[in-house]
């Protein structure tokens, strides 16, 4: 009986080993917490590695902010910047006590640690830390994931000039010319922090002021270049006639300028003007004289068929007010012409100073041919002291002298730019020629395309070139002199009384030579009293619609400036 239990027990040990129903029912209940460790895991994971990759995006945007809003080296002017970027690209309660919070966090996070600094480089580097709870993982212990990101941004590897164009016209007088005195202090002290940081690479940054009113002063500095860039002698218009006749009386304006019943028209008078550039002293040295050369040309012969519907594509040939290129240089098969200085010749119309009888005559050329006005004194008006006289003399409504590109600071031009004074006619062409004719790697000012320090190694770098035009006004040519002559009489670029639209026109096609040169051209218009067709030649001359400004009042255009001195020289990271 025994033995039969026995083998039947046996048996049914045996049929049990071979049965395997159930089997995986077993596996699945020893194995389901390592799988759901797993799966979650991998939730948890994915999760933390796309906040992680969010993070980094808001680190590197804040970064770039904060150091774009650095104009003072300071960490104090970044912060703000750097907590405006974290929170709107990743959302969460701030730990650094900015008391920032969301409603819902991106991901859940925690609040986030903030780290900054300002290498000696100059490079704002930016740290991030938070951690992300997990979804799963908790359940085995495992609250959250830490995540972090850093980034340090820094001004680009590349050289940088800048020519700053000023409308110093008069309409500029009073506080327009107090706001941009300041605007461009502040606009040079940026550029001087931006100059800091590139010399450790070798890199410079250069600037150049071009005031414009109805001319330019920049003949002495052409002169310095070569003086064959400027003519000695030329002809210039005048209603004066000869003989010369003493005026007996003071209600006859003409009695002593011309001899009525020989000359009743205007015409050109041919001048040396040697004396009168040599007396005017090398560029750069104070100016003291109103009746010699304070430095101002007139620009060059033209063509008078460039009209409204002319393209601005090209420069036709004979263009010599608008072809950039140095005296001598053949374009087109025409050989460009050296400039003549600026000489505002008196007319009948002036003759309205003085005491009778006014009957001494000038005996220094080129006084002696153009019988210049008298003052309030019975003798000629050959020589004065105040180099800043307004009004009718050689160099009237000739502002400042431009100054050339160098590695000005703002200091080494606080002088220069309190200086600025607002007198005489709107001419946006001339500023814009001058402006781009500074900046041009061709003479008459050559400036180099690639620069690198001595004592650093490696390749020269690209020059970025950046024109700022300024201005307040609508182009309005005067109806005496400016740098065209006394258009009415001469003619160079017009055949009626009006010769706004070639001026305009000139306006267009200099600002699109400058773009085919790639130069970067930004444009502000200040105050209200511009038209609209100047406002649209000053909005297409600006490389794109967001380089073209408005400023309406002198808060604005300081803010204005500030705004393209940070975009001046792009950002980058650099870790």
Known sequence: MANRLGGRFRAALGRLRQDTRGNVMLFMAAGVIPVTAAVGGGVDLTRAYMAQARLQQAVDAATLAGRKAMTDGQLATAAPEITKFLQNNYPANMAD????????????????????????QGALCVTASTSVPTLVMGAFGKQSIGISADSCARRSGTNIDVVLVLDVTGSMAGSRLTALKTATTDFLETLDDTRTQLAVSGLRVRVGIVPYSQAVNIGRLLHEENSAYIATSGDYWTDIGTPYRPCTNDSDDDCNWRNRTSDDNARAVALDLSSFITNGGAAGTSFN??????????????IKTIGSSTSISSIPAGAWDIIDAAPGVVVNGGTAPAWKPYFSSPTKSE???GTSPRTTQPTAAPW?????????????????????TTGANPNASCPAE??????????????????????????????MYWGLA?????APFVNETEYLAAGHTGSKRDVKK???????GELAPPGTYSAWGKESWDKRIHSDSDSTTEHRKR?????????????????????????SSDATALQNCATNTDQYYKAANSADLIAVFQVIANNIGYLRLSE
């Open 97 to 120: 006590g900015t008391g920032l919070s969301v409603a819902e966090p991106i991901f859940q996070s925690e609040s986030i640690d903030v780290d900054s600094e300002i290498t000696e």
């Open 289 to 302: 004289n109103a009746y010699a050369w304070k430095g101002c040309v007139e620009m060059r012969p033209s």
């Open 351 to 353: 003759n309205r100073f």
């Open 368 to 388: 002696s041919a153009m019988k210049w006005e008298v003052d309030d004194r019975p003798t000629w008006r050959t020589t004065r002291a105040s180099a800043t």
């Open 402 to 431: 431009a100054k050339k590109l160098g590695e000005h600071s703002a200091t080494s031009l606080a002088s220069y730019v309190s200086g600025l004074v607002a007198e005489g006619g709107t001419l946006h062409d001339v500023g």
């Open 438 to 442: 500074m900046i041009s790697p061709q």
């Open 466 to 472: 950046y024109i700022v035009f300024m201005t307040d």
């Open 507 to 531: 306006f267009q096609m200099l600002c699109e030579a400058g773009k085919q040169q790639n130069v970067n051209i930004s444009t502000i218009a200040f105050g209200d009293s511009m038209g």
